[in-house]
Structure formats: C-alpha cells, structure tokens
C-alpha cells in the first residue's frame, strides 16, 4: 500500500509592503500620538496593513498607546492586526501597564451573540482665532446604518458661519472628517453639553445680528437637544476641577508673550477699522513738531494703547474675551494637563471681570492691542516700501492687508 503523502502546510502569506507614500504617512501618524485625539488617528489608517505597520511602531512607554490600540481593534476586524495588538498588549502587560479594558470579557462572544452596538454621539471642538471663530465638528451613527456628519465654522460674535449636517456612508464620512481635520487644524473631543453650548452661543449670535441660520444647523439642533443639558459652568472646570480657578500671581508680560506666540494664538490679531482712529493719532504723535524725549514718546504710545483697549473692550466685549479664553484653556488641557498653557489663559480670562482704574489697566488686553498694532504697523511700512507711489497717496497712512 502507498503511503500517503503528507500535505504540506500552507505558509500564511505575507502582508503587502507598504509604498514609500504609506510608510511617511504612518510614521506622521505614530508621531501625532503625543497631541493628536486618538481617534483622529485611526480615521487617518487607510487600510489594515497600515494599521499592521502602526501597531508594530507604537511606543511602549506612552500612556495613550492602550487607547489607540483599543481604537484601531475596534475599528479593524482582520486576524493580523488582532494579533499584532495582543502581541504590544502582551508587551505592555510586563512593563506592569493596566489593558484589561481593550480585550475584556465580551471579546469572548462568539460574533453572532454580541449585541448590536450604536454609537453614542462624538464631538469635537477647535482652537479660536482673535474673533471667535473655530471649527465644530459631530458624528451620529443611526440604527439604519450609516454616519451622520456635521460640521462647520461658528462665532461667539459673528454667528454661525457655514455648517453642514448630512447622512454618509462611513466610508464618506471619515474621508470628508480627515479633509476637514487637516484644513481646520487641531481639534479635541468634548462633551455633548459643551458641544451644544459652543453652537448655541453662535446661534444667538446669529440671532442678534439678524443673520441666516443654515438650516443643516437647524436640523441637527432639533436631533441632540433632548439629549443636551445646560453647562453649569464653562467646560475647562471640568477639567481643572472646581467652579473656580485661584493663583494670586499676577498675569506677567512674560506669561502674555508666551501665550500669544503660541502657536494657536497667532491668529488672535483685532480687527484693523476700530483700532484705526488710535493708531493714526500714534502717527500724527511721531510727526508732531513737538520736541520729545523718548520716555515721554513711549508714555504717549502707551496713554493712546491704554484709551485703545479701553475703547474697544467695553464690558460685554470683555465677556466675549473671557469666554474666548476659557475655551482655549479647555484646549490646551485637553491636550497637555501639564503646560502653563491653561493656567495663563485662565489667569487673563478672570482678569476681564476686573475693573480698571488709574493704576491698574487689563495687561492682557493692552498687550492685545500693542501686538495688533504692531502686525499692521509692520504690514504698512512694507507695502511702503514696495510701492513707493503710495507715499504721494493722501489717504490714512493705517493700509488694509
């Protein structure tokens, strides 16, 4: 009788290389772990085998590196990239890291047995500029399947802005979240409460100024206000804990330079046209006959940025840069508990509740104005310089960028 032969086992095959294009873009993304919201990360994975390359690239001694390991394992079912990330789990089991929560019990089901899961609603705010706009963003998924995206530009002043709100296929929806990720810039998860109450502001904004609201707006405002409640307080002191922030040290010129050449303040720049009146009279100062000393022409500069301020920050103005504030402290916490970034935000937004006088000026808001002077100031003596047929021009030496 002939032996059978054995049959030989078949080699598992190997995953497909990466192109030079992929490998660039997962090592962009395994950097992004220390500032980026894990979730923003695992929409940017293309395909699994990229998901492969990350897992095997991700460090070790990183705290959000369980996160996005449970992120990646839930967004992607094939066998590689599991085992991949019960191989670093292993690993990080033995440096004594907690991982119970990425596979735990229900991991066991058989598929078929596991309940069906609807994800609760996600959203996620971005940094402000120097007139209240940022980008909002907010995904639903329906028990039909799907992905509900909406998105958009709002103001705490000038409204809402642009927004849209519409129902994709998943597929869609995190192509149109990465594209709209990487032209906002950075965005951070919040709340559901929060998210509502940045929008809601913008609504009545709009409101007040007798502007358009988009009716995407309208509808998802209808979808979540069951589900919303009102803050209590502003969002950052969930963060810091407590309803207030205390630090007797006085805001320094050194904390508020720092701060504004963040940076995601280098956008906080006022408006020229209500600033312009001022800055003509700190020319008309310069080119005064009047014999000054320099001292005495600094003291001028500084009395006409201190009536500046003042003019342009009445009470409600002061609220608006408050509030403004406190939003960008709930960003920079969000994404680093340990910068000084929260605290100096913090300390300048509980100074606008301050009163001025003749010995004490709001130095957040005085530094403000000179930055901003300073921005134009410079614009118009380049634009001087290239165009010397301006110099002839009588119109306000102040120029519009």
Request: proline content about 6%; aromatic content about 6%; hydrophobic content about 40%.
């Amino acid at each position: 009788m002939k032996r059978k032969k054995a049959s030989k086992k078949k080699k598992a095959s190997s995953p497909p290389s990466l192109s030079e294009s992929e490998h660039r873009l997962v090592a962009e993304l395994a950097g992004k772990i220390n500032d980026a919201d894990p979730a923003g990360i695992v929409d940017s994975i293309p395909h699994a085998h990229a998901a492969l390359a990350l897992v095997d690239m991700l460090s070790l001694d990183h705290p959000s590196t369980p996160t996005l390991l449970a992120q990646i394992k839930d967004r992607f079912s094939e066998k590689r990239v599991h085992k991949a990330i019960k191989r670093v789990l292993f690993k990080l089991k033995g440096k004594g890291v907690r991982v119970e929560d990425v596979y735990g019990r229900e991991d066991t089901v058989p598929v078929s047995l596991k309940p069906s899961k609807i994800e609760g609603p996600r959203a996620y705010v971005g940094t402000l500029d120097g007139m209240g706009y940022r980008p909002v963003m907010m995904l639903l998924t329906p028990s039909t399947g799907g992905q509900e995206i909406g998105l958009g530009a709002v103001s705490d002043e000038k409204g809402i802005q642009e927004f849209l709100f519409a129902k994709m296929s998943k597929k869609r929806a995190r192509e149109l979240r990465r594209q709209f990720s990487t032209e906002s810039g950075t965005m951070v998860e919040t709340s559901l409460n929060h998210f509502a109450s940045v929008l809601d502001r913008a609504y009545q904004a709009s409101l007040v100024l007798g502007s358009e609201v988009p009716g995407d707006y309208l509808e998802l405002r209808s979808r979540i206000k069951a589900q919303v409640t009102p803050l209590e307080r502003p969002a950052i002191y969930d963060l810091v804990g407590g309803d207030a922030f205390h630090d007797d040290r006085p805001l320094t010129d050194t904390e508020i330079d720092a701060l504004l050449d963040h940076p995601f303040m280098k956008s906080w720049v006022l408006e020229l046209e209500p600033m312009r009146p001022f800055m003509e009279e700190i020319v008309a100062s310069e080119d005064s006959p009047l014999i000054l000393s320099p001292e005495q022409k600094t003291r001028r500069m500084a009395e006409i940025k201190e009536r500046c301020a003042a003019a342009l920050f009445p009470g409600e103005k002061r609220q608006l840069m408050k509030n403004r504030l406190e939003e960008m402290a709930f960003v920079f916490q969000k994404l680093d508990e340990s910068s000084d970034y929260p605290v100096s935000c913090l300390k300048a937004a509980l100074a606008m509740d301050e009163t001025d006088s003749a010995f004490k000026k709001n130095l957040f808001l005085y530094r403000m104005v000179d930055r901003s002077m300073t921005v134009y100031f410079t614009y118009a003596d380049e634009k001087g310089s290239q165009e010397d047929a301006q110099e002839t021009n009588n119109a306000s030496p102040i120029l519009m960028p």
